[in-house]
């Protein structure tokens, strides 16, 4: 039975113009989500402008597939539902540390995002493992433990956000790293995003992270320091199979796989909220299969995708919106989204323009997009917060996983191994709030009051 509110149901089929039309919304809304991991890990490493327009066309393309894969479901792939998936910002953190760390044992650019590939494509087996233990799972990936993953997930990459507002790793190393140059465009696309959510339109709304990069790349090129283009390449950006050589960072695995269960409860969450807005079940057998597949896409298509010089990929959450604004849920319209980001993938056009936004500019829409991750954890342990176990979940999560960045010289007497699984406080925080969670045994009703 359709849901009340809904124009077309997941079944149902559109015209095509309805479908682009509705598709362009979905495409806004993700576009800038999608390539902010390249561009941020890229820059972050100094890799030169033909990576950055590798990885840029490569997350375009890969989040397009993995959007068909998602929505129309391979056997047990896919969740069968409009749920698009794209690039995953969670794990920027991570590989941003696990960058700095392969930039100061020597390895070159390349080298150190091959091992962030490599390792997350390994380390996506756990994901597809959960997929097949759900029941098992879900007993452990509880509500308040997910939501206070998320929001250390969110304040870690606060602190990179707001690097690439004050100029980011170039202005660090020519001495004008917070200077108003870089501040203002940063304040222009932050202010951009802002201003977008205001008004009435919801198209404006739906696209206004883009919109901030554009407003942002327009403050730059009216002050004339807007980057020069890149080199003339190819208008068809043709994918390649392994154009990055693939190695395991076996150090950074523990961190890597705490990643894939933060993402396998964000999963489960999105593809229960797209069920429950398109009008299907949120129980049952058909429920469990579509949650299932969902999460197995998840990790399937991160194995791959790493392959073609993609960083892992998600569910978007933010998509569920359009579908409540628009009131369509049909697959056709994820068809139609999915084709636009593959063509924008294979267009060597759209990678090179994207290449010149400024570091400033992306840290101001960065600090709305990261930030709203912090939020999103802050408002699921708001609605799981029942009792004292949950409280003391929450307590040593973001105790542990705030204390070890706020005060990393607390582990300096540490082996390294130690510092590099511990230093990260995506990484404590989350076992330090499994660990509270077992201890403090279940709530009991009368505690609860």
Request: positive net charge.
């Amino acid at each position: 039975m359709k849901r009340k509110g809904l124009v077309y149901g997941l079944e149902d089929r559109p015209g095509w113009g309805t479908a682009v039309f509705v598709g362009v919304q979905h495409f806004l809304a993700m576009f800038a989500s999608i390539i902010t991991p390249a561009l941020v890990l890229c820059k972050g490493v100094g890799a030169p402008p033909e990576t950055v327009a590798l990885m840029l066309g490569a997350s375009l393309l890969t989040s397009g597939v993995a959007t068909l894969v998602q929505i129309h479901r391979i056997g047990p792939v896919g969740s069968g539902m409009l749920s698009v998936q794209g690039t995953s910002s969670a794990f920027i953190a991570v590989m941003a540390g696990m960058g700095a760390a392969a930039a100061k044992a020597g390895a070159s650019p390349e080298e150190a995002l091959g091992a962030m590939l490599g390792t997350s494509a390994l380390c996506a087996l756990l994901e597809v493992g959960l997929s097949f233990v759900l029941p098992l799972a879900r007993k452990v990936l509880t509500p308040v433990l997910s939501g206070t993953v998320i929001l250390l997930l969110g304040l870690n990459l606060v602190g990179i956000a707001m690097q690439k507002f004050a100029g980011g790793q170039t202005a660090l190393a020519d001495g004008s790293f917070g200077s108003w140059k870089h501040l203002s465009l940063g304040l222009v696309s932050l202010g951009t995003v802002l201003l977008c959510n205001r008004l009435p339109w919801s198209w404006c709304r739906t696209g206004a992270a883009l919109f901030g990069i554009l407003a942002g790349m327009a403050a730059a090129a009216a002050a004339g320091v807007l980057e020069a283009p890149p080199p003339t390449a190819s208008a068809v950006a043709w994918p390649r199979l392994l154009p990055i050589p693939l190695s395991v960072s076996w150090a950074w695995v523990p961190a890597m796989l705490v990643l894939y269960v933060a993402t396998t409860v964000e999963t489960i969450g999105d593809v229960t909220a797209t069920s429950l807005i398109s009008g299907e079940p949120t129980d049952g057998p058909v429920y469990e299969e579509r949650l299932r597949g969902g999460i197995l896409a998840d990790g399937l298509n991160t194995m791959w995708a790493a392959a073609f010089g993609a960083f892992p990929t998600t569910s978007f959450s933010q998509n569920n919106g359009v579908i409540q604004l628009t009131g369509v849920a049909s697959r056709r319209c994820g068809t139609a989204v999915a084709g636009m980001l593959v063509l924008a993938g294979l267009s060597g056009t759209v990678a090179r323009f994207f290449m010149r936004v400024p570091e400033a500019v992306m840290g101001g829409v960065c600090l709305v997009l990261f930030s709203l991750v912090a939020v999103a954890g802050v408002r699921l342990i708001g609605g799981a917060l029942k009792g004292h176990r949950e409280m003391l979940t929450v307590a040593a999560g973001i105790g542990a996983g705030l204390g070890v960045v706020l005060k990393p010289g607390a582990l300096g007497q540490l082996p390294e191994w130690a510092r590099t699984l511990f230093g990260s406080g995506v990484v404590t925080g989350t076992l330090a709030a499994i660990a509270a969670q077992a201890l403090a045994g279940k709530t009991k009703d009368a505690a609860e009051g």
